[in-house]
T-cell receptor, first 112, second 118 residues
Framework: GNSVTQMEGPVTLSEEAFLTINCTYT??????LFWYVQYPGEGLQLLLK?????DKGSNKGFEATYRKETTSFHLEKGSVQVSDSAVYFC???????????FGAGTQVVVTP | DAGVTQSPTHLIKTRGQQVTLRCSPK?????VSWYQQALGQGPQFIFQ???????QRGNFPDRFSGHQFPNYSSELNVNALLLGDSALYLC?????????????????FGEGSRLTVL
């Protein structure tokens, strides 16, 4: 079935550093791909998505491109802020009814 | 517009007890899903409710059961609690009639109920 694998954390960065979180997927066909973020003490919220190959999702300075050749959906941000400290989850649907398969999550810690 | 609300936010139980967690979906949403998030792990799908019926289920034992009410709110029940049931339980809602996941690709999550089993 559909699955995702993302890099382990924690990732510790200084403010204004470049962030990359790797995510690769295994899927039947070309499902939509998502990045969700979980800030401390909060629920998950959708950060960005891409619905087809070569699509680039973007939000809040984060970007991720749907690469079918490498089955990847890496998350990037050019200049992180302390407020970006959170756990980031790569996810994809396993069916059309809204069931999501999440990666294990990558904790990002940004220091001033 | 209230988002997804869950209660209680924290609770402690002992092995063998039973627990009920509650969820009110975002206004306008009629589909509710429950996920279990163990410490340091990604959320795992438990089940999904639509039109007061369990639409699909993940790999969880029958000790996990649920219910959806006519107002779309939902409950998650866990019987005969085990230490391994300690986790954050997340409720997510989506507007199935509006296309749900296929249109927006977005599930709206509550902040979760953190269950500790001693």
């Amino acid at each position: 079935g559909n699955s995702v694998t993302q890099m382990e954390g924690p990732v510790t960065l200084s403010e204004e550093a470049f962030l990359t979180i790797n995510c690769t997927y295994t899927a039947t066909g070309y499902p939509s791909l998502f990045w969700y973020v979980q800030y401390p003490g909060e629920g998950l919220q959708l950060l960005l998505k891409a619905t087809k190959a070569d699509d680039k999702g973007s939000n809040k300075g984060f970007e991720a491109t749907y690469r079918k050749e490498t089955t990847s959906f890496h998350l990037e941000k050019g200049s992180v802020q302390v407020s970006d400290s959170a756990v980031y989850f790569c996810a994809l649907p396993t069916d059309s009814w809204g069931k999501l398969q999440f990666g294990a999550g990558t904790q990002v810690v940004v220091t001033p | 517009d209230a988002g997804v609300t869950q209660s209680p936010t924290h609770l402690i139980k002992t092995r063998g007890q039973q627990v009920t967690l509650r969820c009110s979906p975002k206004s306008g949403h009629d589909t509710v899903s429950w996920y279990q998030q163990a410490l340091g792990q990604g959320p795992q799908f438990i089940f999904q409710y639509y039109e007061e019926e369990e639409r699909q289920r993940g790999n969880f034992p029958d000790r996990f059961s649920g219910h959806q009410f006519p107002n779309y709110s939902s409950e998650l029940n866990v019987n005969a609690l085990l230490l391994g049931d300690s986790a954050l339980y997340l409720c997510a809602s989506s507007p199935w009639r509006a296309g749900g996941m296929r249109d927006t690709g977005e599930l709206f999550f509550g902040e979760g109920s953190r269950l500790t089993v001693l």
